[in-house]
């Protein structure tokens, strides 16, 4: 064991010395105040006193009082002690795609009830499995946030804070809420790319979660170049699928403010003057799943999702550090002042000044 701040260890000399001297000034006073009313032998019968042994026990509890607080401040610690806050070993990101086929209303009366995503909306989905699975099981393990559309924004770089993530993924992770149209898949893994190069270290395990209903605006070769990167770079990847397979109609009420005004009084997105659908496009999904040597699911239900099963290992490292002891000296001087404060004084009776309480007779 040892002290961080040895330099307070010195005032335990000046304890003793200093509760002893209150109590000799206490001492001192109390007679001067007894002796200014009268004469001392009869004030004093008519007085509390403390008893000898009570007067130590106070002086005792005081120095020992006194002296855990300077050991408390002195952070007493142990080299080997137990690590209280654990490394993570493990990065992941999460892409969401936020284009407008997203707002396909497939998990209407499926969701959770109490759920805050409660439309059903594809997106709805995501966020939910997000907040409920995924940030849940990361433990001390970094996460961040790419959403995309035509482009890819991050919405989120990697962190500890993963409550305040979730945070901001349920309040701006919206339909459109990355700029573009469409789905640029190879820009959201891009994007997810320089994030690693950028904060996360070469030791350490790296994730990437995609959430799509497998819209992608990118060919087959750029498909092929990014899972090639994937394996190069020994990304681990998990594909989930959401959307039914057959089409859906997109609600106008489900996507952003500017598209409620452009396409204000019709129920449905229109492309082209048609009623455009979508659906769930498995194909591109567990191509891209395959070819990385990741995993793929799709969605149903939310039972479908458990991200501690399908990532497997979500490492922690407990690293050697110190285990601080201050609380224990801390309770102990609480301890000792409540002692020396509740202890009641002891009085003892006193004779009265003309003998043992009998009238003395005089001899005629």
């Known amino acids: 064991m040892h002290f961080q701040y040895t330099w307070l260890l010195p005032l335990l000399l000046v304890i003793p010395p200093l509760v002893g001297g209150a109590v000799l000034m206490a001492f001192i006073r109390k007679r001067r105040f007894v002796e200014a009313y009268g004469e001392h032998k009869l004030t004093t019968s008519t007085t509390k006193t403390m008893s000898g042994w009570l ?139 320089r994030m690693f190069d950028l904060d996360s270290n070469d030791n350490h395990r790296k994730v990437i979660i995609l959430f799509s209903d497998g819209g992608n605006d990118d060919g087959l070769d750029e498909l092929t170049a990014m899972t090639a990167l994937l394996k190069e770079r020994g990304v681990d990847l998990v594909v989930v699928g959401l959307g039914k397979t057959n089409a859906s109609p997109i609600p106008i009420a489900e996507l952003s403010k500017q598209d409620q005004e452009n396409f204000s009084g019709l129920e449905y997105y229109q492309h082209n003057g048609e009623t455009a659908t979508s659906a769930l496009d498995e194909n591109i999904l567990r191509l891209l799943a395959n070819r990385a040597g990741g995993r793929y699911v799709r969605i149903n239900g939310v039972s479908d999702f458990s991200f501690e099963s399908l990532a497997q290992r979500l490492e922690m490292e407990y690293r050697p550090g110190q285990q601080e002891l201050f609380t224990y000296p801390l309770m102990l001087s609480v301890l000792m002042f409540v002692i020396a404060w509740f202890l009641g004084d002891e009085v003892f009776p006193r004779r009265s000044v003309g003998g043992a309480g009998t009238a003395s007779r005089s001899k005629p």
Request: glycine residues 10%; neutral net charge; contains cysteine.
């Open 55 to 193: 007067t130590v026990v106070r002086a005792t509890a005081c120095c020992l009082g006194a002296a855990s607080v300077i050991l408390a401040l002195a952070r007493p610690s142990i080299e080997d002690g137990r690590v209280e806050f654990p490394q993570g070993t493990t990065d992941v990101i999460v892409l969401v795609d936020v284009s407008r086929s997203m707002a396909a209303v497939d998990y209407k009366g499926l969701m959770p009830k109490g759920s805050r995503f409660s439309h059903g909306t594809r997106l709805d989905m995501a966020r939910h499995l997000i907040r409920e699975n995924v940030v849940p099981s990361l433990g001390a393990n970094r996460l961040g946030i790419v959403t995309y559309a035509g482009e890819a924004f991050p919405m989120a770089f990697l962190t500890l804070d993963v409550s305040a993530v979730d945070w901001v993924q349920q309040r701006a992770a919206t339909i459109s809420s990355a700029p573009g149209e469409g789905s640029a898949l190879g820009k959201a893994f891009g994007m997810a790319f």
